[in-house]
């Protein structure tokens, strides 16, 4: 079978560990289903910091998924890293037999914002109540926002392109723009997407200069983007991992093909400037749609980056139509993270995973706890809307100023 020109990027797998489910299955069920699972912060040591309201992952056992000399090594963010790339991997039929064949075939990228923060607040308690001698040697290693992209590849013996994106929030998004473009190139499969754990109290307290963040006590009035009553944002753990190959190469061995990364495109507008944001955006949705060769008209379905501060929804309402013309207030948004919660790095890659299921399901998830819409939106809220979407459109911001777009298109199933 003769290959395409050029390569295009196909999503063959999907793993997720969220608040909603620590399987795509049960993440995907409740998603549709608009099922809020965002609740008082329960983490010991979290009690009296203004945080209240978070996304949390109560039903994941890291033993039962990760062998002991990679837990003992390794923060949260990271075992939640690995064991979504296994599900990824075993969602696209990619075991270990097939993947030892050929190492260097395979590449690992992710993005993280937050980093080791819970195996970082235990070492420095140990070093400040016992001493030097009490803290181990991967405290060098395991906070490192890096981590997971190395420990991913080490276990599994890929030895392909490697890298980390730093790009706050949008690095999600990034991350899979870059296994785009490495298949793109030539290699054969990469192991992409972001997770984080910034519950730990440590990581908390990081959070607490950040304007946006949300100290609202009610779970069902702590997330409300787009509406009056807008408050903010609250964190969330958890995230997903892709598995990103050459279609044609899906093809031959008889994979799915989910969907294709069609485009991608990013730029800044400076932290917290969320008015700028707005021209930053825009043209990071025109500069998406112009790689992937579609028109405004053709996008069914926006997954919205929400961050729930008025300044800023109002920037992405108007960026939308700015780069969307008249189909902007026409074509569907939704925003299934107001049920767990915005992952920061890994809230994207959980809405393009979202964006895949919802194409494959023809349903557009909506957005909870969001009722009395003030923007120029046809925002999807209380339940799914039944439709056939072919092409979504992911956005995401940053706190520290990085816009990114991300379109899909449906893939066309199996070889067969």
């Given at each position: 079978?003769?290959?395409p020109?050029?390569?295009?990027?196909a999503?063959?797998?999907?793993?997720v560990?969220?608040p909603?489910?620590?399987?795509?299955e049960?993440?995907?069920?409740?998603?549709?289903?608009?099922?809020?699972?965002?609740d008082?912060?329960?983490?010991?040591?979290?009690?009296?910091?203004?945080?209240?309201v978070?996304?949390?992952?109560?039903?994941?056992d890291?033993?039962?998924?990760i062998e002991e000399?990679y837990?003992?090594?390794?923060d949260?963010?990271?075992h939640?890293?690995?064991?979504?790339a296994?599900?990824a991997?075993?969602?696209a039929?990619l075991?270990?037999?097939?993947?030892?064949?050929?190492?260097f075939?395979?590449?690992?990228?992710?993005?993280?914002?937050?980093?080791?923060g819970?195996?970082?607040?235990?070492?420095?308690?140990?070093?400040?109540?016992k001493?030097?001698r009490?803290?181990g040697?991967?405290?060098?290693?395991?906070?490192f926002y890096?981590?997971?992209?190395?420990?991913?590849?080490?276990?599994?013996?890929?030895k392909?392109p490697c890298g980390?994106i730093?790009s706050?929030?949008?690095?999600?998004?990034?991350?899979?723009?870059?296994?785009a473009?490495?298949?793109?190139?030539g290699?054969?499969v990469m192991?992409?997407?972001?997770?984080?754990?910034?519950?730990a109290?440590?990581?908390?307290?990081?959070q607490?200069g950040?304007?946006e963040l949300?100290?609202?006590?009610?779970p069902?009035?702590?997330?409300?983007?787009f509406?009056?009553?807008?408050c903010?944002?609250?964190?969330?753990?958890?995230?997903a991992?892709?598995?990103?190959e050459?279609e044609a190469?899906?093809?031959e061995?008889?994979a799915?093909?989910?969907?294709?990364?069609?485009?991608?495109?990013?730029t800044?507008?400076?932290?917290?400037?969320?008015?700028?944001?707005?021209e930053g955006?825009?043209?990071a949705?025109?500069?998406a749609l112009?790689?992937?060769?579609?028109?405004?008209?053709?996008?069914?379905?926006?997954?919205?980056d929400?961050?729930?501060?008025p300044e800023?929804?109002?920037?992405?309402?108007?960026?939308?139509?700015?780069?969307?013309?008249?189909?902007?207030?026409?074509v569907?948004v939704t925003a299934?993270?107001?049920?767990?919660g915005?992952?920061?790095?890994?809230?994207?890659?959980?809405?393009?995973?979202?964006?895949?299921?919802?194409?494959?399901?023809?349903?557009?998830?909506p957005t909870?706890?969001?009722?009395?819409i003030c923007?120029?939106l046809d925002?999807?809220?209380?339940?799914?809307r039944?439709a056939?979407?072919?092409?979504?459109?992911?956005l995401?911001?940053?706190?520290?100023g990085?816009n990114?777009?991300l379109?899909?298109?449906?893939?066309?199933?199996d070889?067969?």
């Amino acid at each position: 079978m003769s290959e395409p020109h050029p390569r295009r990027a196909a999503v063959t797998g999907i793993g997720v560990v969220a608040p909603n489910g620590t399987s795509t299955e049960t993440f995907w069920k409740s998603t549709r289903e608009g099922i809020s699972v965002l609740d008082r912060v329960a983490r010991e040591g979290c009690e009296h910091l203004p945080l209240r309201v978070a996304g949390q992952i109560r039903d994941f056992d890291p033993p039962s998924a990760i062998e002991e000399r990679y837990l003992v090594q390794t923060d949260r963010f990271t075992h939640f890293a690995m064991a979504a790339a296994d599900l990824a991997l075993d969602d696209a039929g990619l075991d270990r037999p097939a993947t030892d064949a050929a190492p260097f075939s395979v590449g690992v990228v992710t993005a993280a914002g937050s980093g080791g923060g819970e195996f970082g607040q235990r070492e420095l308690q140990q070093l400040w109540s016992k001493g030097s001698r009490f803290v181990g040697p991967y405290q060098s290693i395991a906070w490192f926002y890096a981590a997971s992209t190395g420990q991913i590849s080490i276990r599994r013996g890929f030895k392909g392109p490697c890298g980390v994106i730093a790009s706050d929030e949008a690095g999600g998004l990034d991350a899979l723009a870059h296994a785009a473009r490495a298949v793109r190139r030539g290699t054969d499969v990469m192991v992409a997407g972001a997770t984080e754990a910034p519950l730990a109290p440590y990581s908390v307290v990081c959070q607490l200069g950040y304007g946006e963040l949300s100290t609202v006590e009610d779970p069902e009035r702590a997330y409300r983007p787009f509406t009056a009553a807008a408050c903010g944002f609250v964190p969330a753990e958890g995230g997903a991992m892709l598995v990103v190959e050459a279609e044609a190469a899906a093809r031959e061995r008889g994979a799915p093909v989910r969907a294709v990364l069609a485009g991608h495109a990013a730029t800044f507008t400076g932290a917290s400037r969320w008015e700028q944001s707005r021209e930053g955006l825009a043209e990071a949705i025109r500069g998406a749609l112009r790689e992937a060769g579609c028109a405004p008209e053709e996008i069914d379905v926006v997954f919205a980056d929400a961050l729930g501060v008025p300044e800023a929804d109002r920037a992405e309402a108007l960026a939308i139509a700015d780069a969307l013309g008249t189909h902007g207030t026409r074509v569907p948004v939704t925003a299934p993270k107001t049920a767990i919660g915005r992952g920061y790095g890994a809230a994207p890659v959980l809405d393009a995973a979202a964006a895949v299921l919802a194409m494959e399901h023809g349903v557009i998830p909506p957005t909870p706890n969001v009722f009395d819409i003030c923007h120029d939106l046809d925002l999807v809220t209380t339940r799914a809307r039944a439709a056939e979407p072919r092409t979504a459109l992911v956005l995401s911001r940053g706190l520290m100023g990085s816009n990114s777009a991300l379109v899909l298109r449906l893939g066309a199933g199996d070889a067969s």
